[in-house]
């Protein structure tokens, strides 16, 4: 069990681009959640899947962000037209099953738009 | 809305004292409540859990209280070591709502050898 990974582990990028973000969460887990942290602050819930259907997604999660599982497995977050306040840490974890509480974290994406 | 709140920014221990790191919370919905750990440049790492049914729960050298009525809880690290210096998030969920986390802001804890 290798863990979540996310790539890549950072992003610098100019206003107004597209980014896209990956996740491979733990194999056979079938959530996962996206969060975002900015600096001094806890991780705040983007998004988050059973399997590959999206089942919430947090009004912090504007029209300009988008995210997909589409075969259950891993996951992408993209941000188009990024924005400054767009900078953050975000990072994705899986739990294994409804109803089991830990969330497991992968290293986080930093993302710095200029 | 600040559901979870971490109150002490920072938190300074000797090597071999107690820790003890604070959270509070306004939902009287939660229903479950993790500690994770966190080191610079890494994501979090689940440390110990309760459930809202239990009011105390040990691991090691970690144990966490609950006090439903005062809607606090508290992680005790004993003895600190050098090595648990690292930031600290307290956080809640509900499940019938995904169990998505709800975090605080975060402790930094120092321990000085």
């Known amino acids: 069990d290798t863990g979540v990974s996310q790539d890549p582990r950072h992003k610098i990028t100019k206003r107004g681009q597209n980014v896209t973000f990956r996740c491979d969460p733990i194999s056979e887990h079938n959530r996962l959640y996206w969060y975002r942290q900015t600096l001094g602050q806890g991780p705040e819930f983007l998004t988050y899947?059973?399997?590959?259907?999206?089942?919430?997604k947090s009004r912090l999660l504007s029209d300009r962000f988008s995210a997909e599982r589409p075969k259950g497995s891993f996951s992408t977050l993209e941000i188009q037209r990024t924005e400054q306040g767009d900078s953050a840490m975000y990072l994705c974890?899986?739990?294994?099953?409804?109803?089991?509480?830990?969330?497991?974290f992968g290293p986080g994406t930093r993302l710095t738009v200029l | 809305d600040q559901q979870v709140k971490q109150n002490s920014p920072s938190l300074s221990v000797q090597e071999g004292r107690i820790s003890i790191l604070n959270c509070d919370y306004t939902?009287?919905?939660?229903?479950?409540f993790l500690w994770y750990k966190k080191y610079p440049a890494e994501g979090p790492t689940f440390l110990i859990s309760?459930?809202?049914?239990?009011d105390k729960n040990e691991d090691g050298r970690f144990t966490v209280f609950l006090n439903k009525s005062a809607k606090h809880l508290s992680l005790h690290i004993v003895p600190s070591q050098p090595g648990d210096s690292a930031v600290y998030f307290c956080?809640?969920?509900?499940?019938?709502?995904?169990?998505?986390?709800?975090f605080g802001a975060g402790t930094i804890l120092r321990v000085k050898s």
């Open positions: 956080a809640a969920s509900r499940g019938e709502y995904g169990n998505k986390l709800v």
């Open positions: 899947f059973q399997n590959e259907a999206q089942l919430e």
């Open positions: 974890a899986s739990s294994p099953r409804q109803g089991a509480d830990e969330q497991f």
């Open positions: 939902n009287s919905m939660f229903d479950y």
């Open positions: 309760i459930s809202s049914i239990k």
